[in-house]
């Protein structure tokens, strides 16, 4: 079963930058999906971006796309989110999800596709 750890949140002024980092441990990811979704208080969650392991597509939303890059699994089976030019309405908890890419619908990440949520990381973007 696939453990993650998202980590990386803050708090910056509008048109900085972050990175997220989700640290996978119990399986490698090469055969996964990697999600981000994120919730801000009194919104509904929505997917942010995505990556299959296995060819590297990606998906992402469209509110965050040509500010937010996804990157692959990496040798130390951690994938990132880097996230530039931050407006304040990307604040929020961003949570790193995963699932084997067969068990999964290709396009926008679903949350329901994913079962393991964990704490999240919180990000704050101040105007």
């Known amino acids: 079963e696939v453990r993650l750890v998202e980590s990386g949140g803050g708090l910056v002024q509008a048109g900085g930058s972050l990175r997220l980092s989700c640290a996978a441990s119990g399986v490698t990811l090469d055969d996964y999906v990697i999600a981000w979704f994120r919730q801000a208080p009194g919104k509904e969650r929505e997917a942010v971006s995505s990556i299959y392991a296995s060819d590297g597509s990606t998906y992402y939303a469209d509110s965050v796309k040509g500010r937010f890059t996804i990157s692959n699994v990496n040798a130390k089976n951690t994938v990132y989110l880097q996230m530039n030019s931050l407006k304040p309405e990307d604040t929020a908890v961003y949570y790193c999800?995963?699932?084997?890419?067969?068990?999964?619908?290709?396009?926008?990440?679903?949350?329901?596709?994913?079962?393991?949520w964990g704490q999240g990381t919180q990000v704050t973007v101040s105007s």
């Open positions: 999800v995963a699932e084997k890419e067969w068990k999964v619908v290709e396009g926008p990440p679903r949350a329901v596709d994913f079962d393991s």
